[in-house]
């Protein structure tokens, strides 16, 4: 799988949009972007991913460079409960074996304030 | 609503102890993890397994083993706890598509 690299912390404002940057400049075409969150004290939480196409749901926003060497996780209208580590993770897409587990780095330490 | 449940939040055990940690799934997976959490560290893969009675060794499986005997239920265990083995234990499963994983809570294990 491909590094990431992410910085180390954030701070957003509450109500403003949080743009979380991960680059993967060494991903290779048949793998996905994934972004998970951590919460303190709890276990990790599925964000979204995507391939090569920018991706909406109802927690987030993922923007996929044209050439897939970097990404954004937009978080469009931060909240307070959305203080967490935010971690971005490239992988293979299809499951099985070996191939089953995702690599967590260290994350972005994103602090929203008040 | 999906659910990971691991058997217990916090725990404490002596050196040499056998620990028994329990995950279950309530989602059909076919896929259960096991990772370790440690300040500065991240997330580290223990074992995993991807059907019943199958396991995979992660990248740090020294001092754990595993049982599967239920597509639900994913255990891991420490043979003889030590102290470097304090840390948050976390559990996970997936099915083949989506890719997302689905984690517990996770456990606290503290070795005295």
């Known amino acids: 799988d491909a590094k990431t690299t992410q910085p180390t912390s954030m701070d957003c404002a509450e109500g403003r949009a949080a743009n979380l940057p991960c680059n993967h400049s060494?991903?290779?075409?048949?793998?996905?972007v994934y972004w998970y969150r951590q919460i303190h004290s709890q276990g990790p939480q599925y964000i979204i991913h995507?391939?090569?196409n920018n991706e909406t749901n109802e927690m987030a926003s993922l923007i996929i460079t044209e050439d897939r060497k970097s990404s954004t996780l937009i978080l469009p209208h931060a909240t307070l409960r959305d203080t967490a580590v935010y971690y971005c993770i490239v992988r293979v897409g299809n499951y099985g074996g070996s191939q089953g587990n995702l690599i967590f780095g260290k994350g972005t330490k994103l602090s929203v304030k008040p | 609503d999906v659910k990971v449940t691991q058997s217990s939040r916090y725990l404490v055990k002596r050196t040499g102890e056998k620990v028994f940690l329990e995950c279950v799934q309530d989602m059909d997976h076919e896929n259960m993890f096991w990772y370790r959490q440690d300040p500065g560290l991240g997330l580290r893969l223990i074992y995993f397994s991807y059907d019943v009675k199958m396991k995979e060794k992660g990248d740090i499986p020294e001092g754990y083993s595993v049982s599967r005997e239920k597509k639900e239920r994913f255990s891991l265990i420490l043979e003889s706890a030590s102290t470097n083995q304090t840390s948050m234990y976390l559990c996970?499963?997936?099915?083949?598509?989506?890719?997302?994983?689905?984690f517990g809570p996770g456990t606290r294990l503290t070795v005295t």
């Open positions: 060494t991903i290779s075409g048949n793998e996905y």
């Open positions: 995507g391939l090569k």
């Open positions: 996970a499963s997936t099915r083949d598509s989506p890719y997302e994983q689905y």
